[in-house]
């Protein structure tokens, strides 16, 4: 069975820094698009950025400047760097292949 799985969640002051990490069983995360998503409470899940087989990396407007995607194919390992965080940046972050998601990991940023 596929599974991903988000780690590296946490409590952070404001302006603090957390590396999040994405692993997978059974599908190599090389191949395909890898998409971080977040979602805060009573709010709808959202688009955090990406990561091509090529390596090429987009992110949403928040988050620009701030987080960095990238990968360890030796580890089919796909990271989400965070720095600059802020109470905003508090949610659950999921990451996702095709059909198949995370658990999520909790962030939680204070001020």
Not at 21 to 35: E, H, K, Q
């Amino acid at each position: 069975q596929v599974q991903l799985a988000e780690s590296g969640g946490g409590l952070v002051p404001a302006g603090g820094s957390l590396r999040l990490s994405c692993t997978a069983s059974r599908i190599p995360l090389s191949i395909n698009t890898v998409t971080w998503h977040r979602q805060s409470p009573g709010k709808q899940r959202k688009f955090v950025g990406r990561i091509n087989s090529q390596g090429t990396t987009v992110y949403d407007d928040s988050v620009k400047g701030r987080f960095v995607i990238s990968r360890d194919n030796a580890k089919n390992t796909v990271y989400l760097i965070m720095s600059g965080l802020q109470p905003d940046d508090t949610a659950v972050y999921y990451c996702q292949q095709g059909d198949f998601w995370g658990q999520g990991t909790q962030v939680t940023v204070s001020s």
